[in-house]
């Protein structure tokens, strides 16, 4: 069964522009989940879609959206860039159904802001 | 509220020796808890997962964590640290009141000395 993959790898964009990041989930896993990772924030929650539908959100400004497709594929918008937003971003699919089922976690596209 | 916490940020072994890393944790309800390994520049792997079956759990790569609710603890362990094991190692705690969130400390960094 193929892993969660996450395109593109690395990313370079100048302040204020935007930037679109995808996820691929694995295979009859209908949560997609988005994290930032930062040296000095850590891990911190975005948002998580199931069936389409944002279930979850994390405390991130506005520029920061997602979008979650039929086939449970997703993405996640970043709009006019800032320097702080330079991080490794993680997408992570799960059963989503039960409490309980793990987090799958792509190996994250590493977005550089300049 | 659920919460985790990782009690130590850095955890320096010498090749052979113990691993211990301690996660404690705070749930209103009987909680499913996980740990996972971040290598540099990679996204989360699932090491072990507790969903209140057997409290000792054991998980991949020679790691194994046990829960003790009387001291609300969920310690990942391992008799004999490999070169390979250094990484960042996550606890989360996954909300079983229906919410699906996920809440993760904030990391355990671990260094093994040849």
């Known amino acids: 069964k193929a892993g969660v993959t996450q395109t593109p790898r690395y990313l370079i964009k100048t302040r204020g522009q935007q930037v679109t990041l995808s996820c691929s989930p694995i295979?009859?896993?209908?949560?997609v989940s988005w994290y930032q990772q930062t040296p000095g924030q850590g891990l911190q929650f975005l948002f998580e879609?199931?069936?389409?539908?944002?279930?979850n959100k994390g405390n991130f400004p506005g520029r920061f959206s997602g979008r979650q497709f039929s086939n449970s594929r997703s993405e996640m918008n970043v709009s006019t860039l800032e320097l702080g937003d330079s991080a490794l971003y993680l997408c992570?699919?799960?059963?989503?159904?039960?409490?309980?089922?793990?987090?799958?976690f792509g190996n994250g596209t590493r977005l550089t802001v300049t | 509220a659920q919460s985790v916490t990782q009690l130590d940020s850095h955890v320096s072994v010498s090749e052979g020796t113990p691993v211990l890393l301690r996660c404690n944790y705070s749930?209103?309800?009987?909680?499913?808890l996980f740990w996972y390994v971040q290598h540099p520049n990679k996204g989360l792997q699932l090491l072990l997962k507790?969903?209140?079956?057997?409290?000792l759990v054991k998980g991949i790569n020679g790691f194994e964590a046990e829960f003790k609710k009387s001291e609300t603890s969920f310690h990942l362990t391992k008799p004999s640290a490999h070169m390979s094991d250094a990484a960042e190692y996550f606890c989360?705690?996954?909300?079983?009141?229906?919410?699906?969130?996920?809440?993760f400390g904030t990391g355990t960094r671990l260094k093994v000395l040849a």
């Open positions: 295979s009859g896993h209908r949560s």
């Open positions: 749930s209103s309800y009987s909680p499913s």
């Open positions: 992570a699919s799960s059963l989503g159904r039960v409490d309980n089922s793990p987090l799958h």
């Open positions: 879609y199931f069936s389409e539908t944002q279930r």
């Open positions: 507790y969903t209140s079956a057997a409290t």
């Open positions: 989360v705690v996954s909300d079983p009141s229906g919410t699906y969130k996920y809440i």
